[in-house]
Structures are given as structure tokens and as C-alpha cells.
């Protein structure tokens, strides 16, 4: 067996997974398969609160890769970020390894996030500063973050260096002119705790769960080193062909509900833009890799990365002043 795919099935879905959530108790007849990608994911009750179980072949992700993601997250959650709180099992493991026959998978349990992800048709101010006030918490949390001296996370560098690697002698000469026009910015912004530390990457409106009060954040499979601001970035990447007041006043509304618990200044929100670039670069190589055509056509992603680049409000020209 070679894919992911290919390991991943060798787990009985049915009978596997009760068998795997009896490790966190898990009330009877509850447990249902949800999703079924490189993490097997289960819903389940346990003692009448929601759950969802994460099984993974080891060989698709390591025990090592499993502990960096389960023990940053238990660490937000325990420093009051709004997170989906891992779930230790009955033996009060964070990660539980479960064997059939010669195939060896890892399971982790988080919280049921309540409510719904961020609209993406109807948003709203009140979400918007909710789900900034949750990124705020988190990104406090993470500066106090000291990981096992065993565990190791990508940085921006290692997605910056997959994203050159990706863009080959074939492609066209813009993309690699915007890479190498962000690369100089990228390489001379300050390290420092104020600005950098563990982020989620992936901040958007699936990973953001709204009940009606609080956004909690979910799905942190991959955290990853980087500025505090590309996270603050990621989420206006969805809402960029918005008309220019709806997309300021949520965007307001996100940066006021952030600066309630955590500061950033004017210089880093200045920085969105290029940071928005870096993103859409990391888009393209995506693409790139899992398209099915041999080619991606060029103008279109062009124009894709001009409409978030000119996105109303927030993508800012060099010499403008940020919304304050």
C-alpha cells in the first residue's frame, strides 16, 4: 500500500470506530462516521456531550506529528482560548493507538464545537467580532506555548520553500515575479514574540464555529510557526468580492473584537496585503499539485489574486493609511 487512501482503508469503519471511541467512553449506538479522508473522523456522545474522534493511519501521520497538534491545542485550551478542548480517553491518554491486525492507527477526541461555521452567504458584524475576540484569545494563549523538547512544527519558511519548489522553469513569468517580489519583505519582518509564534493557518469559516454568543476555533491539525497577522489575514480571503461597506464594516468589527484581548498594531495590519499574497501563492502551488489538467489557466488565477490584492478596504495600497 502506498497512498494515504490506500492505508487508511485498511480500518474497518463500521466496528473499528465503536471499538476506538469505547476509549473515551463513548454512550452506546452513538458513534457515526462524519468524514473519511487522511483523518478518519467519527461524531459520538459521551455521556451526552459531543465528541469527534480522529483516527489516522501511523504511517500517514506520525505519533510525533499527532503530540505536536493534541498538546499545543490542550495548551490554548487550558490558557482560555475558545478552542475545541482535546478529550483525554478513560486512561487518560491524549492519543490512543489502535491496532488491526499489522496496521497501527492514532485517534485523538476533541470537543463538539456548538453552533454553526461563519456564514459565508449572510455575515455578520456580531460574528465578525466574536470570531476576532476567539483569534485574539488564541494567539495569547499560544505566546506562553513551550512545546516538548521531542516535537517539531513547520515555519513560514518551510511553506515558503514548498511553494518555490512548486513553481517549476514552466510556469508563467507573474507567478514567479509575485514570489519573488514577496520574498525580500518576507525574509526581513521581525521574528519576535510579540509578532510570531504558533499559528493555525487556516483560519476560515469552516474552522470558525458560532453559537450565537462565542466563536470557538476548531481543526488544528497543522500548526505552524509564522507571523501572528497571517492568521488575522486568512479569514478575508473568502469575503474579498464583497461591496466595499459590508466588507469594512466586518472587517472593523473582526480587528475591534481582536484588540479587545490582544494587541496589533497599525504596522502589522498594514502588512495584510502581502501577507494575502504570500497566501494566494500557497493557493496556487495547491493547485498546482492537485489539479488534474496539466495547466492552470494563468489569467484566471491572475485575476483571482487581484480581486482578493484589491479587495475594498482592507488590501491597501503602500502609501495608505490602515483602518483604524
Known sequence: ????????????????????????????????????????????????????????????????????????????????????APVRSVADELIEEFRQGDDVFLCWVTEEAPGRAISLESPTVEEFRAWGVALGKMHRAAESYQPSSDLTYLTWKDLWRQTDEGLGPEDTEPVREEYEKLDPWLRALPEDAESYGMTHTDIRTENAMWDGERVRIIDFDEPVY???????????????????????????????????????????????????????????????????????????????IRARYDAPGLWLGPDEAPIQ
Open 226 to 304: 509564522h507571523w501572528y497577522a497571517s492568521d488575522v489575514m486568512r479569514p478575508f480571503l473568502e469575503f474579498a468580492r464583497l461591496p466595499a461597506d459590508q466588507f469594512n464594516s466586518l472587517f472593523n468589527a473582526f480587528l475591534l473584537g481582536y484588540r479587545e484581548v490582544r494587541d496589533l498594531s497599525d504596522r502589522w495590519v498594514g502588512e495584510l496585503p502581502r501577507f494575502a499574497r504570500m497566501k494566494n501563492l500557497g493557493f496556487y502551488w495547491w493547485d498546482m499539485v492537485n489539479s488534474s489538467a496539466d495547466r492552470l489557466d494563468f489569467d484566471d488565477w491572475i485575476a483571482g
Open 1 to 84: 500500500m502506498n497512498s494515504w487512501s490506500d492505508r487508511n482503508a485498511a480500518l474497518d469503519r463500521e466496528r473499528s470506530g465503536r471499538e476506538i471511541a469505547v476509549l473515551w467512553d463513548a454512550d452506546p449506538g452513538s458513534v457515526r462516521l462524519v468524514n473519511d479522508g487522511i483523518n478518519i473522523v467519527y461524531r459520538f456522545e459521551s455521556r451526552g456531550r459531543g465528541m469527534f474522534l480522529k483516527a489516522c493511519h501511523a504511517r500517514n501521520r506520525s505519533m510525533l506529528e499527532h503530540r505536536a497538534a493534541a498538546e499545543y491545542l490542550e495548551h490554548l485550551a487550558s490558557s482560555g482560548a475558545d478552542v475545541c
